[in-house]
């Protein structure tokens, strides 16, 4: 990418034969990039391409240190970025960062405190408006961060947008856990920053919005080869399962706290599965999608109804027989890690069996993972840990919560040829996502739930 850069008058940020490095490897190099006002631009690339990385330093959230070398422009970012660093993620006056990961962006427990601190005196009627223009009910002002949707939180994370008048944006695929009205949100409110004669950086496969400009980055060959759509590969049902369901939910109930009350997210839910059958989840942010996921890995316990899989009711299974029960992988891979290294985690199998298992199900995709260290991995890499750790148990139900977030197409692509190939006609296999070609092309059914406030 060259681009002179002849005029700060009309930049917002810019950077200039830049090269990055990290532990060792070379990030960037010889980058030439600007971002003017009023300008959409989008950076594609694979997700080991240097994409976020980019993003990161243009904004000011990582250091300047002997890895480091370019500029970076104009004046009053350049300055920023010669001063004292202290490591923190702290972005550049009048720059927001947009993160994949919902929660990178919440610093406070409560979402009172948390929508307050973005800008400061706030009245109530001005966060009343801007959760009317974010799509989140009033209501959860009461609640807790922590009992929020992942998409909730997505747009939660978008109140700078909204309150302040930010000079540039790094949307760093940050719409994975929204639905299709939180990504239109998205998308408008991004127009609105360029409107106002500021800049964004949309980084990500599929843009929210049209960008104005667009550049691949690829540690290859500076060029993004496009594999294309997910394939259509249904799996059929075996015709010899038996009657009885893998899976059988009846009258559950779920609710959090809110303030002194408490908010349902399901009520009555009901839900069967039977052997080989592969059921997807969908529905609006704040639904309860994760909420399934959670309850029956159980992670978590209903405040009524039955949970049963595999007959046996999952509320009194002891926790070390879970895994041959239920194999779960989150829509947060990475927190789902308990070790440092790979090695120390397929080392938790609970025999030498087990984790000779794990590691041949984790070489089928790349060898070099079993060499890495947790912290290193991309999320692509780190759910195929975690599935393998998981199939490796042979469990009857196999959940994946959104499970091509932060994944560009060749990856999520190779996902789940790698859980169609692991897991047998016995297995019953739920996949939650927002995505309905997804959805459509890998599942046999589909069950759509609504919000509370949908049913009312």
Known sequence: MMISITSHSSIVAACKGLHY???GHTILS?????????????VKGSTSSGRTTLGLLLAGVLPMDVAFAGQILPTWLANYLAGEIDGTLAPCPGAVVLFADPASATLYPAVDDEARSWRSPTSDEDLCKAFIRLGLPSRIMRQDVSTLSGGERQRLAFLPLVLGRPKLVIADECD???DDSGRELLGGLLRDVADGQGACMLIGTEPVIEPNRVYALSPQ????????????RRLPIASTAPEQPTVRCH???????????RRAVLSDFSLEIRPGQWLGIAGPNGCGKSTVAHLLAGWIV????????ANQTITAVPATQLPTLVGFVSQFPLRQLLCGSVSDEIALAASPELRERREKLVQSIDPRILQLPTRLLTPFQARVVLLACALS?????????????GHDLTESKRLFHFLLENTSQEQAVIIVSHSASLLENFCHTVQQLTTERDKE
């Open 393 to 405: 148990n042979s469990p009857r139900l196999v959940i994946i919560d959104e499970p091509t977030q």
């Open 30 to 42: 010889g980058v030439d990039l600007e971002l003017r006002c009023g300008e959409i631009v989008h």
């Open 21 to 23: 490095k990290a532990d």
């Open 176 to 178: 994975g856990w929204l």
């Open 302 to 309: 209903p405040d009524a109804g039955l949970i049963e899989i």
């Open 221 to 232: 060959n500076g060029q993004l080869d496009d594999p294309g759509s997910h394939e259509q």
């Open 251 to 261: 009258g559950i109930c779920f609710s959090v706290p809110a303030g002194s009350t």
